[in-house]
């Protein structure tokens, strides 16, 4: 089955830059989507058709693909954005939606 | 409001049944795909099944395929999920999404319900 890989963690500092990837062999022929979960909350798209950003999410986070990797960038990181992240993107051989494994972005 | 609410969600015994509801509002319902996410707890989000607007397709995960049914309800505003022969492994927090298409994602959430499977 298809499968997006993302790293476990990643710990930033305030106002540092955090980069998220997201790997997985069919990436460069689909969009992929970011969300973010806070705990005890449901998660909030944040970025989708690879670098676009909702209404209402903050110019800090930006999305990029190249290749077989997506990439979520936080710039200027705040303590606020301490949360699991995870890609999304479209398996088209299966017509199903596949989910990345998550990153715990930890804000020191 | 632009909202879900799922509903629904108990304890059940391995190899029982459960219907969960979700009721949309706020947009025109019948103009989109719906999904079904869960998450088992502590653990990531993974995708159940989706049904397009009409009812005429749906697809699932290879982990719930031939026990679980997606349908919806345009005139009801309603998307279901009928889980049959609930196993351990189906215990998690289930999640109503939007689906806004392969470009889109999953873009308004329901704040989940959620399902124990134990005996």
């Known amino acids: 089955s298809y499968e997006l890989t993302q790293p476990p963690s990643v710990s930033i500092s305030p106002g540092q830059t955090a980069s998220i990837t997201c790997s997985g062999d069919?990436?460069?022929?689909?969009?992929t989507c970011w969300y973010q979960q806070k705990p005890g909350q449901s998660p909030q798209v944040i970025i989708y058709?690879?670098?676009k950003r909702p209404s209402g999410i903050p110019e800090r986070f930006s999305g990029s693909t190249s290749g077989d990797t997506a990439t979520l960038t936080i710039t200027g990181t705040q303590a606020t954005d301490e949360a699991d992240y995870y890609c999304?993107?479209?398996?088209?051989?299966?017509?199903?939606?596949?989910f990345g494994t998550g990153t715990k972005v930890t804000v020191l | 409001q632009v909202q879900l609410v799922e509903s629904g969600g108990g304890l059940v015994k391995p190899g029982g049944a459960l219907r969960l509801s979700c009721a949309a509002s706020?947009?025109?319902?019948?103009?989109?795909?719906m999904s079904w996410i869960r998450q088992a707890p502590g653990k990531g989000l993974e995708w159940v099944a989706y049904?397009?607007?009409?009812?005429?397709?749906?697809n699932y995960a290879d982990s719930v395929k031939g026990r679980f049914t997606v349908s919806r309800d345009n005139a009801k505003n309603s998307v279901f999920l009928q889980m049959n022969s609930l196993r351990a492994e189906d215990t998690a927090v289930y999640y109503c999404?939007?689906?806004?298409?392969?470009?889109?994602?999953?873009?308004?959430w329901g704040q989940g319900t959620l399902v124990t499977v134990s005996s």
């Open positions: 999404a939007r689906y806004g298409g392969y470009d889109s994602g999953c873009d308004l």
């Open positions: 049904i397009n607007s009409g009812s005429s397709y749906t």
């Open positions: 058709q690879d670098n």
């Open positions: 706020g947009f025109s319902f019948s103009d989109h795909f």
């Open positions: 069919k990436l460069e022929n689909t969009y």
């Open positions: 999304q993107a479209w398996d088209s051989s299966n017509r199903a939606v596949v």
